[in-house]
């Protein structure tokens, strides 16, 4: 219940507040989402596993963004910058769908 | 690193599942055919289950639930995550941070322009079509400068015509006796009481003042002396431009005025003739600084003269 608030908050805080995203941080802010959301999705699997564990969420959410964000920001660097985010968000995007499959399953049953 | 733990107790579960999930998704229709393998599932859990023992004892009581009432248990536990506990806030506190980001990257991508979402060939048919615009315009700037620099230089050129026109004009107005001048000059006075002056002297004393650079003539101040000035006997008197003159006759002449003053005093001139026996009148030469010319002389149209083509021009 708390963490539907959260989200509903956060929604709220980002329309409202609208910050302004600094420039150098532009390029590595969809990748982040998705990250971030391939460990939410994580998570909530490990929770319907049984095995969740917050601290374990916290660290794989933070690594997942930072090491996201790293390589696209290695990827720019290399001239590959392109590449290398569209390879992190197809890897990030096969991670969620299993994530869904299992999630499914244990809701579903199918 | 730390949570290569948690991966691993996840990712074994990935390999069965993902096989699960491959078929049933393919072939969705076979149901009978896709529970065989949820039955197997129990059997593939407990292993990994005892593998990711050490950090969540949990697993163990799922795993073997799942073969009777799974769906039970996953609802369960989705109910039981209503209750607010520590992990509760912590995932509340991830979640508005992804939905806030998420958000705002939205926003960020919907006030993008068009162009860095477009494909590189558009982006590049952009550019072309940039590009032909850009050397189109170009050329038409190029162009409309040359015509404006024609266009100035020959209203230089016209503007540079009418001038030198102009001061021609002035030039020969002078000479030709339409335009009033002024300037240094003489004033020539002859009395001739006993009126013995004839054309001749009158005719001389006007060479001899254009031998000496005069410029403009008037006599009397009523006749401007020009090119066809005549000069006819008329006892007593001159008849000059057709014009009767009697004595005292003066003659107004613009010039370097000693030059003119010479012109009239030097023996043997204008002045001996006049003041000698032949006709035994008085002259009197004063240089002025200023001598004003307005007697004009009427141009007639010519007749028979036409000006002809010049070489030169």
């Known amino acids: 219940m708390i963490a539907v608030l959260g989200l509903v908050i956060g929604v709220v805080i980002g329309l409202l507040v609208a910050p ?13 989402v998705v990250a971030a959301l391939d460990a939410v999705f994580g998570a909530l699997r ?9 601290k374990v969420f916290v660290v794989s959410f933070i690594s997942n963004v930072l090491i996201a964000a790293l390589i696209v920001y290695l990827g720019d660097q290399l001239g590959v910058g392109s590449q290398l985010s569209t ?24 | 690193m730390s949570d290569e733990k948690p991966d691993k107790a996840a990712t074994p579960v990935d390999p069965p599942e993902p096989v699960e999930a491959a078929q049933p998704d393919a072939s969705q229709a076979e149901a009978p055919q896709v529970e065989p ?18 950090e969540a004892p949990q697993p163990e009581s799922p795993t073997p639930m799942p073969k009777q009432r799974t769906p039970n248990l996953a609802l369960r536990r989705l109910k039981a995550g209503f209750k607010p506990s520590r992990g509760q806030a912590i995932v509340a506190v991830v979640l508005a941070l992804v939905a806030c980001v998420a958000v705002v990257q939205v926003r960020v991508n919907r006030a993008d322009d068009g ?22 315009l170009e050329s038409e700037i190029t162009e409309l400068e040359e015509r404006k620099n024609s266009l100035s230089s020959s209203a230089d050129k016209a503007q540079t015509a009418r001038q030198q026109a102009e001061a021609q004009v002035r030039t020969l107005g002078i000479l030709a006796g339409t ?12 009395n001739d009481p006993e009126g013995k002056m004839t054309s001749g002297n009158l005719l001389d004393a006007i060479e001899e003042l254009r031998d000496a650079g005069a410029e403009a003539i008037q006599i009397n101040g009523s006749v401007r002396v020009v090119a066809s000035t005549d000069f006819v006997d008329a006892n007593p008197g001159i008849r000059v431009d057709g014009q009767k003159m009697t004595s005292p006759y003066v003659i107004e002449a613009i010039g370097e005025s000693h030059n003119l003053a010479e012109a009239a005093n030097f023996p043997g001139g204008l002045v001996s003739e006049v ?24 141009p007639e149209e010519h007749r028979y003269a036409r000006p002809a083509p010049s070489p030169t021009k």
């Open chain 1, 46 to 54: 490990a929770f319907l596993d049984g095995i969740f564990d917050d």
């Open chain 1, 20 to 32: 302004d995203v600094p420039e150098w941080a532009q390029p590595y802010l969809p990748i982040a």
């Open chain 2, 115 to 136: 162009y860095q979402n477009a494909r590189r060939e558009d982006l590049i048919a952009i550019l072309d079509g940039l590009g032909q615009n850009t050397r189109r």
């Open chain 1, 87 to 110: 390879g992190v968000v197809v890897v990030l995007g096969i991670r969620i769908f299993t994530n869904m499959a299992a999630i499914r399953r244990h809701i579903f049953r199918a």
């Open chain 2, 275 to 298: 003041t000698g026996p032949q006709v035994g009148g008085t002259a009197e030469v004063n240089e002025l600084g200023t001598v004003s010319i307005t007697a004009l002389h009427a």
């Open chain 2, 179 to 190: 335009l009033p001048a002024q300037g240094p000059g003489v004033r020539i006075t002859l």
């Open chain 2, 37 to 54: 393998p949820q039955v197997e599932e129990p059997q593939a859990e407990p292993p990994q289950a005892e593998a990711a023992q050490p």
